[in-house]
């Protein structure tokens, strides 16, 4: 059973890093072809495809971002992370990360930017 | 990059009603390899997204039947063969043929 679970500061204040957690089992991702994505939600709106690493350790960047954005995965293949420094409201969301080509999501992790 | 126009915006149904969704794309989504990735996912309240349709027309394991996907190059639809209570939700497309993937505006469904 893949499952996939985000975690994050819930609040944090303009200019600051950004760092969330997506911890994940039921796939490996050594596997060959395997991907984790970072999607964000504002809400009451669309999706935004934010970054995406896989299983050889190439890192995929949108570029409207990509200047902000770090993605990177632990030794162990078990989890993936994302940094966005210098946030500001505009980033406040909901993170989601999701395996494959959107395959399995998480539950998604609140973030909200505020002085 | 890529932008996925989804119509309509909202769609009102009775329970048992035929309902489509289109999804157009700004470039054709068909990629060298000869695959095409254009998903579907549909997003109830207060859940995530989840993958009903890949590779335009493939369903998702568990997915009801009724759903289905059809289209090639720019043009693409979602049906839904007699939409039940736990349909509801927004619906959107999502392209992963052309770097950086992007997804539709969506489409809400709700009850007539």
């Known amino acids: 059973q893949v499952t996939l679970k985000e975690s994050g500061p819930g609040m944090l204040q303009p200019s600051k890093t950004l760092s969330l957690t997506c911890s994940f089992s039921?796939?490996?991702?050594?596997?060959?072809?395997?991907?984790v994505s970072w999607i964000r939600q504002p809400s009451g709106k669309s999706l935004e495809w934010l970054a995406a690493?896989?299983?050889?350790?190439?890192?995929y960047y949108n570029p409207s971002l990509k200047s902000r954005l770090t993605v990177s995965k632990d030794t162990s293949n078990t989890q993936v992370f994302l940094k966005i420094t210098s946030v500001d409201t505009a980033d406040t969301a909901t993170y989601y990360c999701a395996q494959g080509f959107f395959d399995y999501w998480g539950q998604g992790v609140m973030v909200t930017v505020s002085s | 990059d890529v932008v996925l126009t989804q119509t309509p915006p909202t769609l009102s149904a009775t329970i048992g009603q035929s309902v489509s969704i289109s999804c157009r794309s700004s470039?054709?989504?068909?990629?060298?390899?000869?695959?095409?990735?254009l998903n579907w996912l549909l997003q109830r309240p207060g859940q995530p997204p989840q993958l009903l349709i890949y590779l335009v027309s493939r369903l998702e394991s568990g997915v009801p039947n009724r759903f289905s996907g059809s289209g090639s190059g720019t043009d693409f639809t979602l049906k839904i063969s007699g939409v039940e209570a736990e349909d509801l939700g927004v619906y959107y497309c999502?392209?992963?043929?052309?770097?950086?993937?992007?997804f539709g505006g969506g489409t809400k469904l709700e009850l007539k």
């Open positions: 470039q054709s989504l068909l990629h060298s390899n000869g695959n095409t990735y």
């Open positions: 999502v392209q992963s043929t052309h770097a950086p993937w992007t």
């Open positions: 039921g796939f490996s991702l050594s596997t060959s072809g395997m991907v």
């Open positions: 690493i896989d299983w050889d350790g190439d890192k």
